[in-house]
């Protein structure tokens, strides 16, 4: 749940981002990529002790994948690469 809840937020501050963004938002969104590889560090060190006989596995493949397309976005807008509008894979945010 907390996955859920962290991924919903970031994807609002992506999708909130305007075209001309600020010295302050800039700065933020540094600040978030930056912490992104670090949740992506921990989601690895999680996955690699997985105990294999519990009932209820999370599905680490999925979770990084949505980490990554978000992290790709922030890093799209730290980088001035605008797209034209376009259809985006929704983020799953089912890890279960």
Do not use: F, W
Request: proline share 2%.
């Amino acid at each position: 749940m907390r996955y859920r809840a962290l991924l919903a937020i970031v994807a609002i501050t992506t999708a909130s981002a305007s075209q001309a963004i600020t010295d302050q938002e800039r700065t933020v969104l540094q600040r978030l990529h930056s912490e992104l590889k670090v949740i992506n560090s921990i989601v690895e060190e999680a996955e690699q002790s997985v105990n294999q006989n519990d009932r209820q596995q999370i599905d680490y493949v999925q979770l990084k994948a949505d980490l990554q397309r978000i992290q790709e976005g922030v890093g799209d807008i730290l980088n001035n690469q605008r797209r034209e509008p376009r259809s985006l894979p929704s983020i799953s945010g089912e890890y279960r």
